[in-house]
């Protein structure tokens, strides 16, 4: 009861649900950096199709699925 308590208190404050926010503020930034790391207009000048842009999409995908499932235990624990 006490749980259920709590958890309807952070669900009536946008402050208290930090984490949320968090995540769906570092997934948006995430997008937007690898975006622009791999464009044509790249500060980097990668190398289209070349190893460092085939890494910077491998690092972003690894990361989307960790904050997905850290997104799900998030849910999960609610």
Aim: proline share 1%; charged share 20%.
């Amino acid at each position: 009861m006490i749980k259920l308590t709590l958890i309807l208190d952070a669900e009536n404050s946008h402050i208290k649900q930090w984490r949320k926010h968090l995540l769906a503020l570092a997934v948006v930034s995430l997008n937007l950096l690898t975006s622009l790391l791999r464009s044509e207009d790249s500060p980097l000048s990668l190398e289209r199709c070349g190893v460092a842009d085939w890494g910077i999409f491998v690092a972003f995908i690894v990361l989307m699925v960790l904050m997905s499932l850290y997104g799900l235990r998030i849910n999960k624990s609610e």
